[in-house]
């Protein structure tokens, strides 16, 4: 592990968005765009850190193994992978949303959730879906599904679903409502827990820089 570099984990989109202004408070700009690049690893204007453009999902994959020594990840996201190996120090307060459950709109949502009931339930977060209606004592036949999870219900694929939802525009388009928030979700930054070990004097003012832009939004 070479001490002086570093590489940060991020995916395209509002992930890599709202970590610019963080690292702008650690003085690091990114010198390429990931919408317009197709390269994978991003220079930034200090020659020892690195951005690596991954899938959402996969940023804790990546931080876990030490293939990035740092990332930015989705509670959601890390609450599926099961946080191992991850050192989790910082609440970004960025990308934020709540998981749900949603239904069609009609469905008689609390007549079918009674204990002892089977509720056919499509999702990308299995694990969060499994402990939330365990935890309810209703039994569930998970679908997994990677993606466009509001369309299950419409086709008779599930009873319900499990998602992310934000200003619920998206449920409202494809006539489901909210029946239930399973919990409050934002973005964390997540270390590689060899890394905070030895790179910790390069990683520390950047941990900080994050905590202090973090505090103030
Ligand atoms: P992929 O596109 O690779 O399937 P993804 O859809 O999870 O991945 P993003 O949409 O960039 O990737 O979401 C990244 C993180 O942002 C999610 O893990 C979640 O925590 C949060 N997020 C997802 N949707 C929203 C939203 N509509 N508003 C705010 N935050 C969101
Ligand atoms: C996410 C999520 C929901 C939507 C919720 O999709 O999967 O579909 O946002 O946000 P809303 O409540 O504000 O409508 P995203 O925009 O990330 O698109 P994706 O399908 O490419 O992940
Ligand atoms: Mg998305």
């Known amino acids: 592990m070479e001490t002086n570099q570093l590489i940060l984990a991020l995916s395209k989109g ?5 970590t610019v202004p963080l690292l702008a408070e650690a003085g690091i700009t990114v010198t390429e765009n990931p919408e317009t690049s197709r390269k994978l690893i991003l220079p930034t204007n200090d020659p020892n850190v690195r951005v690596i453009i991954v899938r959402a999902t996969d940023v804790p994959t990546y931080v876990q193994h030490g ?3 740092f990332g930015v990840a989705g509670k959601d996201v890390l609450l599926e992978h099961g946080g191992e190996g991850l050192y989790q120090p910082i609440d970004l307060e960025i990308a934020k949303c709540r998981m749900s459950v949603a239904v069609k709109a009609g469905f008689d949502y609390a007549n079918a959730v009674h204990p002892g009931a089977r509720l056919r339930v499509a999702t990308k977060f299995i694990e969060t879906a499994r402990q939330h209606f365990a935890s309810k004592g209703v ?6 599904l990677y993606g466009s999870m509001e369309l299950a219900p419409l086709v008779g694929l599930s009873d319900a679903i499990v998602d992310v939802v934000s200003t619920g525009s998206t449920l409202r388009a494809n006539n489901l409502v909210e029946v239930e928030e399973i919990m409050e979700i934002s973005s964390r930054l997540v270390v590689n827990q060899a890394a905070l070990k ?20």
Do not use: G, M, T, Y
């Open 14 to 18: 509002r992930i890599f968005e709202d």
């Open 67 to 69: 293939a990035a020594d």
């Open 139 to 144: 039994h569930v036949d998970l679908i997994k």
């Open 198 to 217: 030895l790179k910790r004097e390069r990683l520390q003012p950047i941990l900080e820089a994050f905590a202090r832009a973090a505090n103030r939004s």
